[in-house]
Every structure is written in C-alpha cells, then in structure tokens.
C-alpha cells in the first residue's frame, strides 16, 4: 500500500501541471519538486533503483531533445527565434514533468512505498 503521503503529493504534482495556463514555467518547477521530495519517503533499495534509473533516462533524453532544438534554431536570428525557442522549452518542460508524473504513478501503484 502506497503511503498517504506519497499518494497526496502525486495528486498535487498533477494539480500543479494543470495549472500551467496560469503559473507558466512555475508550475512545471513546482510538479517536479514535489516529485522530487517523495523520494525522501521511499526506504527500498530497489525502489531507489527504478527511480534513478528513470530519472538518468529521462534527463538524457530531455538533453537530446533540448540540443535537437537548439540545432534547429542555430541559423536563426536570435531576435526572432527566442519565440520558438521559448515554444520548444515549454513543450520539453511539459514531457518532462508528464513522464515523471506517469512514472511516479505507476511506481506507487506497483510497490508499497
């Protein structure tokens, strides 16, 4: 059974991302902090395994997708492509915190954390 804890920060790291429209980039911060913070409550070393191996893919592949970007902007102008830059990092931030999300979902409902 997952903890009480656990299960009520999952629920506010969603309710942080829905808030997107409103807080911007922040909501993004907030989600993946309360993210963040379960790992305190998780005491399984196999547990902490799933989660650092997770977190290493998706920081590579977050970094591959941002230097995907950045080469599509390189011959821009940065006058007019701070726009699609600031389009492309949203959409990174919103995958990022979705794939956290979802993994921190599935991991508590597999392992009573």
């Not at 191996?53 to 592949?61: L, M």
């Not at 995907?68 to 902007?73: E, F, N």
Request: glycine share 2%; aromatic share 10%; net charge negative.
């Amino acid at each position: 059974m997952v903890s009480k804890q656990i299960s009520d920060s999952i629920t506010e790291a969603k309710a942080a991302l829905d808030q997107v429209e409103e807080l911007g980039k922040t909501s993004y911060d907030i989600c993946d902090g309360m993210l963040n913070n379960i790992k305190a409550f998780v005491h399984d070393d196999a547990v902490w395994k799933k989660i650092n191996d997770h977190e290493e893919k998706i920081h590579k592949d977050f970094k591959k997708r941002l230097d995907d970007a950045r080469a599509k902007l390189k011959d821009r102008d940065p006058i007019y492509a701070w726009n699609d830059g600031l389009k492309f990092y949203m959409e990174l931030r919103h995958w990022k915190s979705l794939e956290m999300l979802s993994f921190w979902d599935k991991l508590s409902k597999e392992h009573d954390i």
